[in-house]
């Protein structure tokens, strides 16, 4: 991944929460190539990991992702921010940022010979890769319905630029309207299997896809997901002990924090990526004692099987959990 110095040149508020950001490069120069659902990682001043912002585009011109002289991002100001999205809402523009990227881990497949509409579903601000992935099918002339669903309309960002690149492909929902809720068992018994699912947004709605894309028989690889959000408790989760048997260290992980973040404290170093349970990075073998699995990676198999666990976002329901590690 390159580094990148860039300049904020513009800022929009696009509802009372979300605000779009345009970057460019410092030097002034084009900035590298981006494929659609790839994000910049940002570095935020006092916070050690970086931040992931996935690039918004509503342009349907192909150079826009080839040669691009300006990246988007577009931020929702969480109110329970860990520091980075209360940061990226203090911007100016004129401000700088350093940054890396961009990276994809959410791309769109190759297109295929007579290729029904690739299906685009997104919650809240999960809607920024998804819009890019809307411009590049449009750019590619494939394809694409979208599905767009926030709390209410007023909640939705970029309505006028969706609307001018999707128009007909695009359709809205809103929680606070009876008619317009989605209703995601409905939209999927309205199409086909051979269809690719591609969904971004909250955990409850990605959850709901892929469960109910399994139970309609969906292959695993036409379903393609990316969650915002990193590793939350949940009510009732309890603390455990850990033992690191290849170390031989015994860690306590308490109830709000992830086996990840009581290993880095520890001095350790373990591999990750995501931190969502997506990428598969900090895959450990369990000696002794029962996963809680949370993540996204391992097949329903290996999570019956009990011998695989990521550490970044799965816990233990027992009260004891041994790693080789
Ligand atoms: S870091 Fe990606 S699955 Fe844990």
Redesign the pocket.
Known sequence: MQALELVVSDIRAETPLVRSLTLRAADGGTLPAFTAGAHLQVSIPGLTDRRCYSLVSFDRAPESFVAPDAYRLGVRLEAESGGGSRYMHTLKPGDRLTARGPKNDFPLHPAEPDELPVVLLAGGIGITPIAAMAAALAAAKRPYALHYSGRSLDQLAFLAELDRLAGPALTLHADDQAAMRLDVGRLLDGLDRRQHLYVCGPKGMIDAVIEGAKARGWADQRVHFELFTAAAPQAGDRPFELELRQSGLLLQVPADKTMLEVMEAAGCDPM???????????TATVLEGEPDHR?Y?LSDAEKAGGKLI?I??SRAKSARLVLDL
């Open positions: 990750y990526d995501c931190k969502r349970g997506e990428c598969g990075v900090c993540d990676f990521q970044c976002i």
